[in-house]
């Protein structure tokens, strides 16, 4: 007890909050480590979300007018129709153009040669050729990370099987019965907790679902943008250009901007560095476009994110889920802000207040 006494009160409150961040720790570690174990389910059931969120309010349209069961079906046919749509001309591009795309960009990238070596930088043919290796072997070792991340995630034919079946009962059962689904959870959770795990749960669908159809507004327009102005540039190519930049915008701020290099390229290679210096300052504008008007806009605040956080992220995802991590990351991390803000008291339209017994019919 006398030894207890003279344990200054500095270091008794350090070590109480350094046991308790141990405990969260051990069990966040557990959690994740149950989730790795069925992570096929856990992302069919997390893209069943995102399917859900793109289809609800054209699900919702459909209703007004006809059976439940009908609009549902009527809403996912629209939607899938749209997605084949928009990826028919994404790969129409592609292909159409493709071979030429690759000889501007190849021709880009020996004018960029060329000035390394007799630019400023003055590299020697050494130096040059260490330089393309380690980019080759940064590309390699993505490429097999996209790879390992797509067999990894399907492992066999039964996995994908079982995860595409949870898919499909999850968006139809998402879609159908969402209120059912969450007053069932609800029902499980103590009595003084229902109130705040109900808003918590509210606040996270917010942030995701309108992240989700946000995130497909904004890469149309990112992707318009930039057709419209390499078009005024007189850069060719513009519409499969335009096709990557439309992909690479699906990981936020630094997709779009990473996509649009391959358009300075071909610009560099065909019409000279005035005008690919000039793609570089369109790609500039276009991002702040992007970060400063468009997201507040479309998304508003679904994932009031930093950028700086954003590409946090984007690199903690790529690093943990390989892409897919680095496609969801920013919507998870949105919905995790949101409610931390919730439950330590920071958020206004959300105030924190005391138990209440939870209510079925807000469910």
Known sequence: MANDENVPDTLRTLAGFTWRILV??????????IFNTIFPVMFALFFALLVTAWTQPVMNLYHKIMPKVLALVLALITIMALVVVILGTVVKSSIA????????????????????KTGPLGLSNDQFSSLITNLQNWGTSILKGIAGDAFGALGSIGTLIIAGSVFIFGVIFFLMAPQTIWGWLMNWIPKNLRTHIDVSGRIAWD??????????VIAFLDATLVFVGLLILQVPLAPALAAVVFLGAFIPVIGAPIA?????????????????????????????????????????????????????????????????GALIAVPVAGA????????????????????????????
């Open 24 to 33: 969260v720790v051990a069990g966040l570690v557990l959690v994740l480590y």
């Open 97 to 116: 153009e493709g071979p030429k795309l690759v000889d501007s960009i190849g021709a880009g990238l020996n004018d960029v040669e060329g000035w390394l």
């Open 207 to 216: 942030s995701i679902s309108g992240y989700t159809r946000g995130i497909v």
């Open 260 to 324: 649009t290099f391959f358009a300075a390229i071909v610009a560099l290679a065909e019409n000279g560095p005035v005008t690919a210096l000039l793609v570089i300052v369109l790609t500039i504008i276009v991002g702040s476009f992007d970060g400063d008007v468009m997201q507040p806009l479309v998304m508003g605040k679904a994932v009031n994110l930093h950028p700086l956080a954003i590409v946090i992220v984007i690199a903690a995802g790529s690093i943990a889920l390989g892409i897919v």
């Open 336 to 363: 995790i802000y949101g409610v931390a803000k919730y439950v330590t008291g920071r958020d206004p339209e959300h105030p924190y207040k005391a138990t209440e017994p939870f209510d079925h019919s807000t469910a």
